[in-house]
T-cell receptor, first 118, second 115 residues
Framework: GAVVSQHPSWVICKSGTSVKIECRSLDFQATTMFWYRQFPKQSLMLMAT?????????EQGVEKDKFLINHASLTLSTLTVTSAHPEDSSFYIC??????????????FGPGTRLTVT | AQKVTQAQTEISVVEKEDVTLDCVYE???????LFWYKQPPSGELVFLIRRNSFDEQNEISGRYSWNFQKSTSSFNFTITASQVVDSAVYFC????????????FGGGTRLMVKP
C-alpha cells in the first residue's frame, strides 16, 4: 500500500518555541492532506484540510495562526505549532489522499508525531 | 451533523475468545461511508474496511467480520478467535465520501487480548 511518513516521530520542546512537523507521501502524489490531533486515550479530531497550492481549511475551534499548515508540493505538507504551550502536547497524525492509478481516492495515514511541550 | 458512538471504551478478553466491537452512527446523508481502523500501540492507523451505505452485505475477512445494519445505524466489528496481536484501539469512522474526507471518528474501543 501507499506510504506516508512523518518527521519527527517524537519531539520535546520548551514552552514558547515553535515546532515543525513534516508529512510526506512517499510513493504517490497527495492532492489533499489532513491533519489530526489525538489526546491521550481519546479519539482523533480533524484539525485542518490542505490542498496542494492553496490555503488550508481549518476546523472550528482550531487557531490557524497557531497551527500553520503549508502544502507546498504534492508530496509534502508541514504543520508548525507556533509558540507551543504544554496544552499543545498531543499526538499529531497526518493523512494523505491522492493520485495513484485506481486509488486516487484512498486516504493513507502517517505514523504520527508525539509532541511534548515542557 | 455526523456522529459516531463506540459505547465500549475498553474490552478485555482472553485469547481465542470471540469479541464484538460496537459502532453506532448518526447522519442525515443518504449516501455515506463507514470505516474501521486499528491503532496498535505504535500509533499508526491501519485501515481495515470501508463500507458504503448502499451495501448492507456482511463481510468476512479471515478472523474479522463486519455486520452493517442500516435499520439500527450500526456497523459492528467481530474478531473471531482473538489473538494477543489484536490488542489495539479500534476506531469506527464515518464520511460523506469513499475517500474518507472529513472523517468523523468514534471515541475508540481499547481491546486487550490476554494470553
Amino acid at each position: 500500500g501507499a506510504v506516508v511518513s512523518q518527521h519527527p516521530s517524537w519531539v520535546i520542546c520548551k514552552s514558547g518555541t515553535s515546532v515543525k512537523i513534516e508529512c510526506r507521501s512517499l510513493d504517490f502524489q497527495a492532492t489533499t492532506m489532513f491533519w489530526y490531533r489525538q489526546f491521550p486515550k481519546q479519539s482523533l479530531m480533524l484539525m485542518a484540510t490542505s490542498n496542494e497550492g492553496s490555503k488550508a481549511t481549518y476546523e472550528q475551534g482550531v487557531e490557524k495562526d497557531k497551527f500553520l499548515i503549508n502544502h507546498a508540493s504534492l508530496t509534502l505538507s508541514t504543520l508548525t505549532v507556533t509558540s507551543a504551550h504544554p496544552e499543545d502536547s498531543s499526538f499529531y497524525i497526518c493523512s494523505a489522499r491522492g493520485g495513484r492509478a485506481g486509488k486516487s481516492y484512498e486516504q493513507y495515514f502517517g505514523p504520527g508525531t508525539r509532541l511534548t511541550v515542557t | 451533523a455526523q456522529k459516531v458512538t463506540q459505547a465500549q471504551t475498553e474490552i478485555s478478553v482472553v485469547e481465542k475468545e470471540d469479541v464484538t466491537l460496537d459502532c453506532v452512527y448518526e447522519t442525515r446523508d443518504t449516501t455515506y461511508y463507514l470505516f474501521w481502523y486499528k491503532q496498535p500501540p505504535s500509533g499508526e492507523l491501519v485501515f481495515l474496511i470501508r463500507r458504503n451505505s448502499f451495501d448492507e452485505q456482511n463481510e468476512i475477512s479471515g478472523r474479522y467480520s463486519w455486520n452493517f445494519q442500516k435499520s439500527t445505524s450500526s456497523f459492528n466489528f467481530t474478531i473471531t478467535a482473538s489473538q494477543v496481536v489484536d490488542s489495539a484501539v479500534y476506531f469506527c469512522a464515518l464520511s460523506r465520501d469513499n475517500a474518507g474526507n472529513m472523517l468523523t471518528f468514534g471515541g475508540g474501543t481499547r481491546l486487550m487480548v490476554k494470553p
